[in-house]
Structures are given as C-alpha cells and as structure tokens.
C-alpha cells in the first residue's frame, strides 16, 4: 500500500519531468523505482488490475537493471528494465490460458488456431515498435511455420543499431488466444562496455574481403565420393583463428587473441586445479570383479567356439607391448554382430595404487583372440615424474601397430604431428593412409602411448583394403583453391562484440576496471564473415568448384493449378498448415479416391506423406485403421473411388462422431434427397448437416452416391475447421 501511495504523490511531479534525466541516478531508490515504474507501464500499457508490485535493482559496473513484478490471483507479469525504462525482458503469466486440443485425439477438436502466424507476427511487429528505441529496428530472421496445434508462435531476429547489424538479438511469443505477448527478452547496447561507435568506415567490404581471405588455410587430401564410389582429391578448410576488419583503421584483428584475454580474467589461477574428489573416488574405488552373471554365461557357453574370458585374457597378456603386469582381469562382455555373426568381447582391467586406478579395456575377436580396439585411462603422475618424449613414445607406438597391423600400416604415414608435454599423462598419434602423396583420413589406425612407462593405452582402427582413388592429376593450386573457398563467404558489415582493452584514462570505463575486468565486450563496427547460403565442406580439387551440401528445409505445400477455382482460398489455407497433399497439384475436380482421402485425414493430423519420395505407405494404412477411417477390408483399395456419403462417413468417424451418428431412431436432416440416404449413414448426413460442412448441391441434394471430388473432400475438412 505504501508503494501505492508514492506512486500516486509522484505522479504529478513525473508527468513534468524528463523520465531520462542523468541525475534520477542520484534520487533514492524510491523515486528512481517511481520512475522506472512509470516508464515501463507506458511502453507495455500495464492497467491497473494488479494487487501486489515488486521492483528490485541491481547495480553491477554497466548500469542498474531493474527487476520489476506485478501480480495479482490469476496473472503475474515480471519486467527487466534499465534505468531509463528501457524494457530488456517480459514474461507474463495467467492462469486460465486456452489451449488447444491436441489434433491426433479426435473427439471433435479439429481446428484452425484463433488466429493466423501472419496476424501473429503483425501482434509482434507493433510489440517491437513500442519495446524498441529510436535507432533500433527488429530483422526477422528466423521463420515460423503454421501448425494446427500451436497455441502461440515465437518470433526471432536480430535487432540493427543506426540501421547497422549487430550482435544483438530478440524473441518474441505471441498467445494465439487473444494476441498477447507473453514473452520478450532482447540484447541491449547497454550489455557493452562504452558507447557504440558510429557505423562510418575508412575501407572498402572489397578491400576487408582481401584482408580476410589472407587468413584462410586449406589442405589437400582424399575424401570419399559416394555418388563415383571413389576416393577423391578435395582442399579441405584448416582451422584457424577468428578475423575480423576493424572499420575505423582498416586493420585485420585477431579476434581469437582478443577473447584470450577477455578469458583470461575468468580462467586466470584455475589451469593447475584438479578434480580432487574425482580422484579420491578413483583412489578408494574397488576392484573390478567378474560382472556376467550364470545366466549371461549360460548364454556365452551357447556359442560354438567362444573362448572363455580367461583364454582371452591369456591372448591379450601375450602382447607384453600392453604392459598388463599386475592388473587384474575384471569382466567380459560379448557381442553378437547381427549381420556377419562374428562375435567380439569386450574385456576390462584395473590396477589399483596410490596414485590412483589404472584401468584398460581391450576389445577382441571372441572366437580367436585377435586385438581388435582398446582403451585406457592413467591417473594423474606426480609433477617430479619423468616422461617420454614424443618422439620415442612414438616410435613404441608404430613398433606395435608395424607388429599388429602390418600390412595396413605400411600404407600409412603420421598424419598429425605431435609435440611434446611437460604434463601429459599418455601420447595420442594416428596415421592415415596416403596415396599419390596425399592423405585419405578415412583409413586411419590410431595409438594412444603411455607417457610414463611407454606401454600401449590405446589403439583403434578403421580401414578398408578396397577403396579406389582418383588420379592425382590436372589438380588446381592451393591458391586458387582459397580464392574459391573465400567466394563462398559474403563479407558482412556491422557491429561487432570485441574485446576491448578498459584502459583507466576512460572514465566510462572505471566501473568495470574496479569490478576486476581489465577487457570486456564493445560494440564496434566491422567487416566479418558472413552466413554462407549452404554447407560447404570443400573444394573440388580438379574443378575447382566448391562442394556444398544444399540445407533441407520442410517441404511447403503449394499448389499451381488453383488458379481461379472455387475452392482456391480454402484449400490454400489448408496448404498454410500442411493440410493436403504434397507435390505441387491439388487436382481439385480429379474423383477422390481412398488413398486420396486417407493421406488427406492424415495430414490434419500432422503427418503430410508423400508417397512419391518414399514414405510408407503400409504406415499410412496403420493409421487410417487405429483412426476408425478404414476397416481390414479396405486395405489395398488405394484407388477405389469414395462416395459423397462415404467421404463424410469417414471424416466423422476419424473425428471421434461415430457411436452418435450410429444411433438409431434420432436423426433427421433437410436434403432434398433425405429419403435416399442410406440408413445406415443417415446420422452422418445429419450430423454433418448440423455441423454446417455439408449443405448440399444447387437443389439442396446430399446426393449420397456420388463420388466425391479432392476439392470437395478438402472444402468439407476447412468447413469443419471454420466452424
């Protein structure tokens, strides 16, 4: 009540006052809420239903946000708001929300959502205009799509500054009930340090695209062709560091060095901590034991020439390259391959000390040993431990494969140099296969080296003796490869988050320098980049051609022989919320048939089939059943005309009017022709004439016996939506 009484003494004294003037910063926290209050109830156009009000501020080194929320028995409404009452985050909440039926139950909630994703997106549209600054403008970026069951559509984008991209993004949702919104949230020029700079630049998007293709690196190495069943050449993108042009000097900039630093401020101190608890856990775990239980082994006895666990343990104990001396056999597991019947197992080890639990787990041949995979863990050494450098640690790894994997290795080379570690607790190499010159990544054989003591860790392997390759000739530079690569981006211009240094002759700045931050986030102009318009993994090698991978989207559904038919509008709208049928062509006037009609019902129940690209069609018969549409003795009548009568049956029955329409004695209905409705669907006719989806022919006839139409079976599904 209090808080009610102030607002009221204050607000005389606001209407006259700027609600943006710099010294409210300086006014207690009572008549700075007063304001913020003030601000934020004329922008979302809050009443004054509420019985109970909060607001909260939060001072941190960018400026005070504030915490606001009404609520009352049914609603609640919590705000995010700066100073100024700029509004940064909305939620509203009511008990009491309509929600829509769920569409694949039935029982008579078939229907279009109150209102439209078009109308929806206006409700958001003039949410943003009034949420939004001056200088600022919403750019919907991410698409919605209709649905039957929506109860709200939530809209995103990116938010332009002085008409310029930026970093900052809002979402929107809209109830669908009555148009509200009920979620808001937006980033905010106040989330970085200092002020925007102007959008101006001294460079060209030319000149910066130069600039960032110089920091492009590609190599050149074999990848699989699925289409030509071949290996083929590709320059493949390295990674690299972030680059961006700074807009003000022309300059390149290290964007991954920058946020370095702006890391360093949170990770400084943390690299040498260990997980302790982790540790003590491994330290005081117990031994592994045998797992496979009588049955389990039962099962394994069951398969001819399956060695026992201690057989294989006695194999893998041979290859001394494993150093397994004084581990302890724990348990097996065996696999079944379900198309080549070979059987693998699975066996794991541990060796307890001090440091820690050592543990392996070597995969083998189940029949006769053979190493197949393993892996392994190490606890951590104590920093005085000495290690392997790399370079022998790698000459124990490729003296195991040369002895396990022979043939195979031969044909490969290190395919990742490794360095060596002051604090590594095993050595990771893999060798790929190389030919012509060039590396084919897909074979490869992998070894993972104990640091300490050299033993082998790890191994893997994935290899296929039949791969052909391509030639290595008539092959484009690596230069005119990058200059390909480089086209695929379009060279973006806007605002950028960038670290920048909060150096202390910046008064606007000191704020965060004595909150500890030495660099934090600025918004700066730039060149970037940007959003390429499909995955590209590559450039042909010999074309020199990008290789892209095209995005799928959802396929639409529309139709091109509409044009001027009665029906038009409505089997357009259905189209909207994927109601109808895929391909392109409505056939409006084309008889309907069963399987017409079953894909029809399908896909107001949210599941559009189209049988030209493979979907199942045996699937489609299985809902059509467990819907009550078809009977048993339907099925494989995919192209028996429906009638009039028969189309309205089926739609009733799909919608849960069946036990009603089906009893007797009750109904009437007003056709001309009522006295040649069949008994039996009598209550159909009825129904559906009651409903208002069926109103007869141009002399008022069911006509019960005549085969319907597509158009007319979709018309009578959008009146029934309509109602």
């Known amino acids: 009540m209090k808080l009610r009484k102030i607002l009221s003494a204050a607000l005389a004294l606001t209407m006259s006052l700027s609600l943006y003037t710099p010294a409210l910063a300086a006014e207690a926290a009572d008549a700075r809420l007063t304001q913020v209050t003030l601000a934020v109830k004329g922008i979302l156009n809050v009443g004054d239903e509420y019985t109970e009000f909060y607001g909260e501020p939060s001072e941190t080194p960018l ?46 909630g078939l229907t279009f959502p109150n209102m439209s994703l078009a109308e929806a997106r206006e409700k958001a549209e003039a949410f943003l205009s009034r949420v939004l600054s001056d200088n600022e403008k919403a750019v919907f970026t991410e698409k919605e799509s209709e649905s039957l069951s929506a109860t709200s559509y939530s809209f995103r984008g990116e938010i332009t500054l002085n008409d310029t991209a930026t970093p900052m993004t809002f979402q929107v949702r809209v109830r669908l009930s009555d148009g509200a919104v009920t979620s808001f949230s ?57 680059f961006y042009v700074d807009a003000a000097t022309g300059a390149l900039i290290n964007l991954t060095e920058l946020r370095s630093r702006l890391n360093q401020q949170y990770t400084a101190g943390m690299g040498n901590l260990k997980n302790e608890a982790m540790e003590d856990a491994m330290l005081f775990a117990p031994e592994a034991g045998a797992t496979l239980t009588e049955t389990e082994l039962a099962g394994v006895a069951k398969l001819e020439d399956v060695l026992t666990k201690e057989a294989l343990d006695s194999k893998i104990r041979a290859w001394s390259e494993l150093g ?49 995979s393993m892996s392994g863990y190490r606890p951590w050494q104590a920093e005085d431990t000495d290690i392997l450098s790399a370079a022998a640690a790698q000459k124990k790894g490729e003296a195991f494969l040369q002895k396990l994997w022979g043939g195979q290795f031969g044909k490969t080379a290190l395919y990742t140099p490794v360095s060596d570690g002051e604090k590594v607790t095993s050595y990771n190499f893999t060798f790929a296969q190389k030919a012509n010159g060039y590396f084919y990544p897909a074979n490869s054989i992998s070894v ?120 038009q509008a409505a089997l357009e709208e259905l189209a909207r919320y994927q109601v109808g049928w895929l391909g392109g062509k409505a056939q409006p006037d084309k008889a309907l048939t069963q399987l017409d009609y079953v894909m029809l019902l399908a896909s107001a129940d949210g599941y559009a089939i189209d049988l030209e690209q493979g979907d199942d069609i045996e699937w489609l018969y299985s809902y059509a059943l467990r819907r009550g549409i078809l009977t048993e003795a339907d099925k494989g009548k995919d192209n028996r005309p429906i009638t009039r009568s028969e189309m309205v049956k089926m739609l009733l029955n799909s919608l849960g009017y069946g036990p009603v329409a089906q009893l007797p004695g009750i109904f009437r209905c007003d056709f001309a022709d009522a006295s040649a409705i069949p008994t039996p669907d009598l209550g159909y006719a009825a129904i559906a004439q009651g409903l208002g989806i069926v109103k007869g022919d141009d002399n008022g006839n069911f006509a019960p016996g005549r085969f319907a139409t597509r158009c007319e079976a979709a018309y009578m599904l959008w009146l029934y939506m309509k109602r």
């Open 63 to 108: 400026g005070t946000r504030w915490s606001l929320s009404w609520s009352s028995d049914a609603t609640r409404l919590s705000v995010t708001a700066t100073e100024t009452g700029k509004v940064l985050n909305m939620n509203l909440w009511e008990t009491g929300d309509v929600v829509a039926p769920a569409v694949s139950g039935g029982a008579y």
């Open 186 to 242: 937006r980033g905010d020029e106040s989330d970085y340090a200092g002020t925007p700079g102007a959008p101006g630049t001294v460079t060209t998007a030319e000149k910066a695209g130069e600039l960032l293709k110089s920091t492009l690196k590609m190599r050149l190495e074999y990848v699989w062709d699925e289409d030509r069943e071949l290996a083929v050449l590709r320059y493949l993108p390295e990674s690299t560091d972030d």
């Open 324 to 372: 397994l001396t004084g581990f302890t056999l724990g348990s097996a597991s065996y696999s079944v391959d379900r198309e080549t019947g070979e059987v693998t197992a699975r066996i794991s080890y541990a060796k307890n000390t001090e440091e820690g639990i050592y543990r392996r787990y070597v995969t083998v041949d189940g029949k006769t040993g053979e190493l197949l």
């Open 448 to 567: 993972q080296v104990d640091a300490v003591n050299g033993s082998v860790m790890g191994f893997s392997k994935d290899f296929d003796d039949d791969v052909k390759f391509d030639d290595a000739q008539g092959l484009i530079s690596l230069e005119a490869a990058i200059d390909a690569w480089a086209g695929t981006f379009p060279v973006d211009f806007g605002y950028m988050a960038i670290p920048v240094e909060l150096n202390l002759d910046q008064p606007e700045f000191m704020p965060l320098r004595n909150a500890g931050y030495t660099y934090y986030n600025a918004l700066k102009p730039g060149y970037a980049y940007g959003e390429r318009d499909a995955w590209y993994t590559g450039v042909d090698a010999k074309t020199g051609e990008p290789v892209a991978t095209p995005r799928t989207e959802a396929k639409a559904m529309t139709y091109d022989d509409l044009q001027g038919h009665w029906a």
